[in-house]
């Protein structure tokens, strides 16, 4: 084959065919764009509903999955592919597909669940498959979670429904849970009192509902007392590292000791 029946035959696919693909592409391009506008729409207003921004952005995936569907289902029109026999192949693929996928078909489902029955949103303190952190995002498989030491955590949605979820935002009150030991000998009314004084010389803890200093626990090597003020949620950290820190301070002050663990061990010597 020459030059010139070579030059012949790509003039004449260009001209049979060029303008298609032109289309075909502007199709996408504007298929691309056009989601775009409707996914930043379609989100705008269902965060102003009562779904809010859980909601807002879940809806705005799945709108813009299915036009970007639908562009290139267009766009395959254009090039004058039989889009009959492509959507029966297409579907064919889609059985295979979700047999060998049923991992992320159920990650799909949960998340469709999570939105609905909305346990957390986003933005909310939670501990989900055994991790805990901020909700960064629910998306349509996974949810992202960052942690307090700026990790982030992506969980399979599967994961989270089938597993405990704990939501540490539903209440603006949290209560700070510590367990200080003291030793037997010790004076507990006095290790009461001053742990009560530092309560009250607190102004981050709350008077409603009032905080707790009991005797837990009579353990092997302590008397455990347990210390359970209310916080607001934002100070739950501070107030229980400042609180430890302070007790343990004013412990030593006072000769009121936190001991280690301990034991007796009484040897029995016997005649031959």
Known sequence: MDLQTIQTTFLHLVEKYGWKVVGALLILILGRILAGIITWSVKKVVS?????????????NLTFIGIMVFAIVAAISKLEIQTTSFVAILGAAGLAI????????SNFASGVMLV?????????????GGVTGAVEEIQIFVTTLATPDKKKIIIPNAKITGDTIINYSTSPIRRVDMVIGIA???????????????????????????????????????????????????????????TQEKVKKAFDANGIGIPFPQRDVHIISQKA
Do not use: C, M
């Not at 979700?98 to 078909?105: E, H, I, N, T, Y």
């Open 48 to 60: 102003r509903s009562k779904g809010g921004k859980t909601l807002a952005v879940f809806v705005g």
């Open 98 to 105: 979700g047999l060998a996928l049923q991992g992320s078909l």
């Open 116 to 128: 609905l029955f909305r346990p957390f949103e986003v933005g909310d303190v939670v501990q989900l």
């Open 184 to 242: 037997y000998n010790a004076d507990i009314d006095k290790a009461k009192s001053i742990i009560k004084e530092i309560l009250e010389a607190d102004p981050r803890i709350l008077k409603d509902p009032t905080y707790t200093v009991a005797v837990a626990e009579l353990a092997d090597s302590s008397v455990n007392l347990a210390v359970r003020p209310h916080v607001k949620g934002a100070d739950y950290w501070d107030v229980l590292f400042d």
